[in-house]
């Protein structure tokens, strides 16, 4: 047979293969994908693909860790949660340590991240409505022309705040550590902390670092750097190298104020840190915490972890239930967008004040320091609240049915579990290691709705086109 054309010829030139048909369909498939589906499917993969290695035999000592174990311990990685059914430090060896430390670093990049990662990978040009998705997910910015920039910032920025943390985390534990293995949890604890994942390589968590001063202020700062958000961060650094270098300003000679978004954000982090320091030295943590200056300490630490991280240097499940209660209210507020953390988001919770402060003294508007909010975001971040405080209720029920009457809990740890995993913070009243398989499949699953959010979720289910038909309306009474 002449002209090539004959068994195992290779394709003629401009004539596709079968490989790369193959290829093209894919991509075009999930071109087509909006980026709340690429982001739920690529962390459903990532999940997947972690369960898998931490069930590999190098991954953890014989007969420790069971695939719901491991499916367990990779959700919580990739959700950046930090709830545990097995110990990380005795169960896992180094390297299902490293597997679920790279695995809480790719879900710390965080939803819309993670979809722009996908299309990356696949050398995908993004549409303009996909671009527009992303670009509102990041920033309240109009112009999706600057989201290659943004993107590559992002990663320079988590590089650099992880680099530098893991520095100071090194030198402080050269004290009670071998060099190698200083490095090797400065690394860990860095990664951790920034990408609010609260899991770490000792068994009682942070207790270890509680009369380590400088390493517990290092995990606080990269907590809260971590729950701001990238384009805050990028926001912070870029004002900080106005005012260093004096460059450029406005004109008129001033500084680049920050955008509302970063204000929002870092006075209403400000409050809830305060807040929680002083409400949790009043109501009391541990008896461990005699003196006034421990309390705040400790309150301080856990106020700050409270809302995103999950580490802790007191044991939780011994705190005072008006404690307990105060954390499980941090916890649902959770971090601010476009950041390593779970909850509603400090954003959420300052629209929804706000609203709640116009409807009662009757105002017309809702307005937020100094600016009118428009409609379509407060309606927005009422369905996120309305979301969020369905899930958890259907959650407290399930929990409350499946585990207290088996195991006899309290109801305020299944509360507060419930609220730790949603909110992906990974605190635990020592509930957690002991539920049943209904109950940790509850708990993985509220994780990952926690990480994505609800409105992601509903917005990706609900994808389709709205009615046209409209209803008669309806008189209730009410109140």
């Not at 709640?356 to 937020?368: D, I, N």
Request: glycine share 12%; aromatic share 6%.
């Amino acid at each position: 047979m002449g002209g090539g054309e004959g068994i195992g010829a290779a394709p003629a030139r401009g004539v596709p293969g079968r490989e790369s048909l193959r290829q093209g369909r894919l991509r075009s498939l999930i071109s087509r994908r909006s980026p709340q589906a690429l982001a739920v499917w690529g962390f459903a993969l990532a999940i997947a693909v972690g369960s898998l290695l931490l069930m590999l035999p190098p991954s953890h000592l014989p007969g420790r860790v069971d695939p719901l174990d491991a499916l367990f311990t990779a959700t919580s990685a990739v959700c950046v949660t930090g709830l545990v059914v097995v110990d990380t430090a005795r169960d896992y060896t180094m390297f299902g340590q490293i597997v679920i430390m790279l695995l809480i670093q790719l879900g710390g990049l965080g939803v819309m991240t993670f979809a722009a990662v996908i299309f990356r990978v696949l050398g995908r040009r993004m549409s303009l409505s996909t671009r527009a998705a992303l670009q509102d997910s990041f920033s309240q910015r109009d112009t999706a022309s600057e989201f290659r920039e943004l993107f590559t910032g992002i990663l320079r920025t988590v590089g650099a705040i992880e680099a530098l943390g893991a520095l100071v985390l090194f030198l402080s534990l050269l004290g009670t550590h071998s060099a190698g293995r200083a490095l090797y949890s400065a690394v860990f604890h860095s990664i951790s902390a920034f990408c609010n994942a609260g899991f770490s390589i000792y068994s009682e968590n942070l207790v270890y670092l509680e009369h380590n001063p400088v390493a517990l202020s290092v995990i606080m700062l990269l907590i809260v750097f971590g729950g701001l958000g990238h384009v805050v961060l990028r926001e912070l650094w870029m004002l900080a190298g106005i005012v260093t270098r004096r460059r450029p300003r406005r004109p008129g000679g001033r500084v680049s104020p920050l955008s509302f978004h970063a204000r929002v954000v870092l006075a209403v982090t400000g409050s809830l840190i305060v807040g929680g320091t002083v409400c949790l030295a009043v109501l009391g943590l541990t008896e461990q915490q005699a003196s006034l200056g421990s309390r705040l300490w400790a309150g301080l630490f856990q106020s700050v972890t409270a809302r995103t991280a999950g580490f802790n240097t007191v044991a939780i499940g011994s705190l005072p239930v008006a404690s307990l209660t105060l954390i499980a209210g941090l916890m649902f507020i959770g971090g601010s967008p476009g950041s390593c953390a779970g909850g509603v988001k400090t954003t959420s919770f300052a629209i929804y004040l706000a609203q709640v402060r116009s409807l009662l003294s009757r105002q017309a508007e809702t307005k937020l320091l100094g600016r009118s909010l428009p409609k379509e975001l407060v309606e927005r971040a009422t369905q996120v609240f309305v979301l969020a405080a369905g899930w958890n209720l259907v959650g407290v029920l399930l929990l409350s049915a499946i585990e207290a009457p088996a195991s006899g809990l309290n109801l305020e740890h299944l509360v507060f579990e419930q609220l730790s995993a949603f909110g992906t913070v990974g605190l635990s009243a020592d509930v957690t290691p002991v539920l049943s398989t209904a109950g940790r499949l509850w708990i993985i699953a509220t994780m990952f709705v926690g990480r994505l959010g609800p409105l992601t979720l509903a917005t990706w289910v609900a994808s389709g086109k709205a009615p046209r038909v409209r209803h008669p309306e309806g008189r209730l009474m009410i109140g």
